[in-house]
């Protein structure tokens, strides 16, 4: 397996958020965002034993398996071997690929409402759906997916230019206005961004 980075933090959005951490980044993906912001393609081979090793010098129960796109790579097996360590894997996806059926959690992070209908989710549930808001497009429902929790996370427009904060501001307040109307959504701040931590 293509390893990016393996690393000990706090889950810093959706459900999960200000939960410790083991994140285990896959290399590559098969989308191409235009918001991108996780530089993923790098990496090192890595056995499924060598993995669970590194997890497991981390304390936390947690682990987030992510990338890039998780699903190109990852097997029911690793899924096992980190549940002999007793860990709660949990996968972070764009939901265009069929996932393990041991992984715990399933959070849907959909991009086909920027990439278009190639990037559709094949998933039939996930127990959290996350959808980067614009600020201007209201976002799909994803109605045919048996989802239990949604929520919505406003874009970060990155930039070093002045108007990167009033954009994301702006971002932020068209996502709460949104949220009160359709309070079957919950707001998903990237927290690790703001505390500066990984």
């Known amino acids: 397996m293509k390893v990016n980075e393996i690393f000990y933090s706090l889950q810093g959005e959706g459900y999960h958020s200000g939960t410790p951490a083991v994140f285990i980044r896959f290399s590559g993906c098969n989308l191409l965002c235009p918001f991108c912001d996780t530089q993923h393609n790098s990496g090192q081979e890595m056995t499924e034993d ?25 097997t029911a097996s690793l899924v096992d071997r980190l549940h002999a360590k ?3 894997v949990a996968v972070e996806t764009n939901g265009t ?10 959070t849907l992070s959909p991009k086909d409402a920027f990439v278009g209908p190639q990037a559709a989710p094949v998933l039939n549930r996930a127990d959290e759906l996350k959808v980067v808001f ?3 497009n209201a976002p799909q429902d994803y109605s045919q997916i048996n989802i239990t929790h949604r929520f919505l996370q406003p ?3 990155e930039s070093d230019n002045a108007d990167y904060y009033a954009r994301n501001a702006g971002v932020i307040r068209s996502a709460i206005e949104y949220i009160k109307q359709h ?5 998903s701040l990237q927290i690790h961004k703001v505390l ?3």
């Open 134 to 136: 614009d600020g201007v």
């Open 86 to 88: 007793d860990k709660f």
């Open 155 to 157: 874009c970060d427009h």
């Open 50 to 74: 060598e993995i669970v090793a590194e997890v497991a010098q981390f304390p936390a129960r947690l682990v987030v398996v992510t990338g890039g796109e998780p699903a190109l790579q990852l």
């Open 97 to 106: 690929r069929p996932l393990p059926e041991n992984v715990d959690w399933i």
């Open 196 to 198: 500066e931590i990984r």
């Open 183 to 187: 309070p079957h959504w919950r707001l």
